[in-house]
């Protein structure tokens, strides 16, 4: 229950102790899974005026409001006011990583917070409350996000989570 080096040897060294880490050939999508999702963003994009309010609406639930941008009319989300809230939710496009739960973690902050607050023990204790004491898991912070979003606000750690065996 730690955040893990997103450096690929260092995953492989794990992968080889815990094979439901994600190994060096794991840590992106598969080219067919990578192509559906770049065709999602591209399609989400021709609605909302970024991707940023794209993940405030789609995963946080916020509301949109019309704004004409490069003469098109798009969804836009306003965060004045909006508090502190972090969602766990599956990776629509995960990684193939076998007896393992790929999920994200996204945390918007308020006006007031900084990044720097949600510290890895903070993230780790977020985790673990979401996921359960007794859950095995390791979460880092993407190198090469391919979800570019303001990150002033807006955050998001790769979660992987031991499966259980059914």
Known sequence: Q????????????LHEEHAW????DQVRPLPDVHARKVAYLVNMLD?????????????????THTVATGGASRLAVDLAGVPTQHRLVPNRYPYQVEHSHHQVLWILLDDSEHRKAFTD????????????AD????????????LDVDRS???????FQKATPS
């Not at 005026?49 to 946080?60: A, C, N, Q």
């Open 2 to 13: 730690a955040r893990v080096s997103s450096d690929v040897e260092e995953l492989q060294k």
């Open 21 to 24: 880490v994600p190994s060096r």
């Open 47 to 63: 609605r909302y005026s970024t991707l940023k309010d794209m993940v405030l609406h789609r995963i946080f639930s916020l509301p």
């Open 121 to 132: 023990d903070v993230i780790t204790t977020t985790l673990r409350s979401l996921l359960g």
């Open 135 to 146: 859950s095995e898991f390791v979460w880092y912070e993407n190198p090469k996000p391919s």
């Open 153 to 159: 606000r807006l955050m998001h750690v790769q979660v």
